[in-house]
């Protein structure tokens, strides 16, 4: 990226027609604070992956609630729209600012109250995800949210994205673990909706509108989120079965047999598993044999080790009975616990030096999600010969990372130029079946179209009439979303 000098801005957009505004951000919250040199501005411009990039007048830095509410209301006096950044990690281009100014939260980054007895956390929008783990760890508690972006991605991020993970599987989404919020309004007002009360019956739940909207309602500044006991037991197993039919039939079993301790259901098909054994420095196959499909299993608990591990062991003795797998390696160590962790945490890094790929972040019914992965598998390759499927994540939640590498003697652009015909066959399915087709991701830029064709049209009139009273000007975030 070429460097600009400060009156140039970034990447083309003049910040010498934003003077006044500019002027009146320094003195709202410090000349250091509002970036205009491109150098400080180029990592954000970029979308996580460099699947898109856009542009900016300014990067402000504001250090307190009032001060976000204090650029907002400058920036809509002056009418220059506003971009929310967190860590920008999201995967939908929700973060790439569109020309006007970006925010970051950065700033934003104490911990304001522990609360052990109520069990919660208020944390400012910034705060890294990792830290707010390490931080519940102290009072030996544990806040579950885990990302593989955990050391970058930013709590008030996660609730913009309602971000899923690894362990939605026992603790639900982002949104399940929030009891109250702080957000400031595209016009400067402040919403405190900061309770940590598990009970509060009084009207529309107004928290639940700015989580998972993508920072194009407010800027979420603080919230207050739940923590829960910490785990002193976890039994890790990666067992292979002959396809996702019989892994479906696993899951079951699990659910029954290992009750609320079924902590992780995570999916790995064979590709998927020999690119990480190719690829990924410390990896290895731990069975001898090759078999069609993986899972990778974890119960976690409160008891002792030895009655998670026979709870483990009993129910793949059983599965094994019924032919549900057909091999299995539990983690004796947490040594080995980790290294099965590690073929499944590796997966997306280690498809990229097969070359292109097309992904897919869906959900389904879990009870549809077998027929999801053959159905979907038989058209893409019915539709393109060679192709190579690689569907694998969270098959317990019936969210699937549905990616598609290309065939090994094809061309990457070739290959991408199919995005739009196998978003048309993978979500085509994914709907008929009652499925979403971003099940993680959000909307962002990357999937506005797939919204105007799958969403319910009345849900997508209310969502309009949503963003038009709360930001009548199309302040916050344009171009996102909707
Ligand atoms: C390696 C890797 C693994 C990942 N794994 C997962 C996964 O397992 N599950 C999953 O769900 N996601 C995953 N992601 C995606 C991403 O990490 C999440 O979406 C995360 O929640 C984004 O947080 P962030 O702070 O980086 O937000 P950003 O990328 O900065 O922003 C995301 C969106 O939220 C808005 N926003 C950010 N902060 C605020 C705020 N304070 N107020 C209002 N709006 C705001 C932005 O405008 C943007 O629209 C992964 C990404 C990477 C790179």
Not at 112 to 128: F, L, S, W, Y
Not at 157 to 173: C, D, E, F, H, I
Request: proline fraction near 5%; include cysteine; aromatic fraction near 4%.
């Amino acid at each position: 990226m070429t460097t600009l000098t400060a009156e140039r801005g970034a990447s083309g957009t003049d910040s010498r027609d934003h003077v006044p505004l500019l002027d009146a951000l320094r003195d709202a919250i410090g000349a250091a604070y509002v970036l205009t040199d491109a150098q400080d501005l180029a990592t954000r411009l970029v979308e996580d992956r460099g699947l898109r990039s856009g542009t900016a007048i300014a990067l402000l830095r504001p250090g307190s609630t009032e001060e976000v509410a204090t650029c907002l209301r400058l920036c809509q006096t002056a009418k220059v729209p506003v971009t929310p950044q967190g860590g920008n990690t999201g995967l939908a281009g929700g973060g790439v600012p569109d020309g006007g100014i970006i925010l970051t939260t950065d700033r934003l980054n104490r911990i304001r109250q522990v609360d052990p007895t109520n069990a919660t956390m208020t944390v400012e929008a910034g705060c890294i995800l990792a830290n707010i783990q390490a931080a519940a760890d102290e009072v030996d508690a544990l806040f579950p949210l885990s990302l593989a972006s955990e050391g970058s991605c930013q709590i008030g991020g996660n609730l913009s994205t309602n971000a899923g993970g690894t362990a939605v599987l026992r603790y639900g989404n982002t949104r399940d673990l929030v009891l109250g919020v702080e957000v400031v309004l595209p016009d400067g007002r402040v919403l405190n909706d900061l309770n940590g009360l598990r009970k509060n019956n009084t009207g529309y739940d107004l928290k639940n509108l700015f989580i998972g909207a993508e920072g194009t309602l407010g800027i979420i500044t603080a919230a207050v989120i739940k923590l829960f006991p910490k785990p002193t037991a976890r039994a890790t197993a990666l067992v292979a079965c002959t396809g996702p039919d019989p892994a479906l039939a696993l899951y079951a079993r699990m659910r029954s047999q290992t009750a609320d301790t079924l902590s992780t259901f995570e999916y790995i098909d064979r590709l998927g598993l020999q690119m990480v054994v190719d690829h990924a420095p410390g990896c290895s196959d731990p069975m001898v044999e090759v078999h069609p499909a993986y899972c990778l299993i974890e119960l976690t608990g409160n008891g002792a080790q030895a009655d998670l591990d026979a709870r483990l062991e009993g129910a793949l003795e059983a599965a094994f009975e019924a032919e549900e797998i057909i091999d299995a390696v539990i983690g004796a160590s947490e040594a080995q616990k980790d290294a099965l962790w590690a073929l499944r945490e590796n997966l997306s890094e280690a498809q990229k030096p097969e070359g292109a790929s097309i992904k897919h972040d869906v959900s389904v019914p879990v009870s549809r999600v077998a027929d999801f992965i053959k159905v979907a598998t038989q058209a893409c390759m019915d539709h393109m010969p060679g192709l190579r499927p690689c569907p694998f994540g969270h098959f317990g939640d019936g969210n699937l990372h549905f990616n598609l590498s290309r065939p090994v003697d094809m061309a990457d652009a070739d290959f991408l130029a199919e995005y739009g015909a196998f978003n048309r066959i993978v979500h085509d399915i994914v709907h008929e079946m009652g499925g979403s087709f971003s099940a993680e991701h959000g909307i962002g830029t990357f999937k506005r179209a797939e919204l105007r064709r799958y969403k319910d049209p009345v849900a997508l009139e209310l969502m309009e009439q949503l963003k038009a009273v709360l930001d009548p000007g199309q302040m916050l975030n344009p171009g996102k979303v909707l």
